[in-house]
T-cell receptor, first 112, second 108 residues
Framework: NAGVTQTPKFQVLKTGQSMTLQCAQD?????MYWYRQDPGMGLRLIYY???????DKGEVPNGYNVSRLNKREFSLRLESAAPSQTSVYFC???????????FGPGTRLTVL | GIQVEQSPPDLILQEGANSTLRCNFS?????LQWFHQNPWGQLINLFY???GTKQNGRLSATTVATERYSLLYISSSQTTDSGVYFC??????????FGAGTQVVVTP
């Protein structure tokens, strides 16, 4: 039981490049989330998917898109990376929005 | 949206000391979690505690939902307790809101 996995662990991009962050969970959870964490701050919600087939914006969605590929997988795409998107990105999942959330190990992204 | 405030922002402890971390929130919540972010950046679930008291080894937590606060107790601290402790609450729309965290350093 791997829990929540994320790939890649590290990535360096140049301004304007695109990339997709992958997230998968094997806990049969319905809801999945993408957060970003900037230095000295707590996590902020980018997008979430309450159930397979639905996605909604969180607190900081600008510059990102998401895809809930199936119940297990939820990807985050940066179409045109900007230095302001340099951050650590965490994926999380839960059985329902009011239950305990479990987090992946994070992806450290640097945009030059 | 709901506001989550943690105190103190920083804490330096000598190994073996006890401490209390506090989390205040501005509105009714459906869920409250405590996390430990270790020096490698990994987020570790400590407690899921919408109300009441729970204990796990040297750590315990109490949430008083009616008074909108939660406390995390660390007893007999060890150097491995170093890191950032986050409180996070789920608002009425099911979104998890994080506090800014308490940075804990435990010295030998």
């Amino acid at each position: 039981n791997a829990g929540v996995t994320q790939t890649p662990k590290f990535q360096v991009l140049k301004t304007g490049q695109s990339m997709t962050l992958q997230c998968a969970q094997d806990m049969n959870h319905n809801s999945m989330y993408w957060y970003r964490q900037d230095p000295g701050m707590g996590l902020r919600l980018i997008y979430y998917s309450a159930s397979e087939g639905t996605t909604d914006k969180g607190e900081v969605p600008n510059g990102y898109n998401v895809s809930r590929l199936n119940k297990r997988e939820f990807s985050l795409r940066l179409e045109s990376a900007a230095p302001s998107q340099t951050s650590v990105y965490f994926c999380a999942s839960t059985n329902s929005p009011y239950n305990e959330q479990f987090f992946g190990p994070g992806t450290r992204l640097t945009v030059l | 949206g709901i506001q989550v405030e943690q105190s103190p922002p920083d804490l330096i402890l000598q190994e073996g000391a006890n401490s209390t971390l506090r989390c205040n929130f501005s509105d009714s919540v459906n869920n409250l979690q405590w996390f430990h972010q270790n020096p490698w950046g990994q987020l570790i679930n400590l407690f899921y505690i919408p109300s009441g008291t729970k204990q796990n080894g040297r750590l315990s937590a109490t949430t008083v939902a009616t008074e909108r606060y939660s406390l995390l107790y660390i007893s007999s601290s060890q150097t491995t307790d170093s890191g950032v402790y986050f409180c996070a609450v789920t608002d009425s729309w099911g979104k998890l809101q994080f506090g800014a965290g308490t940075q804990v350093v435990v010295t030998p």
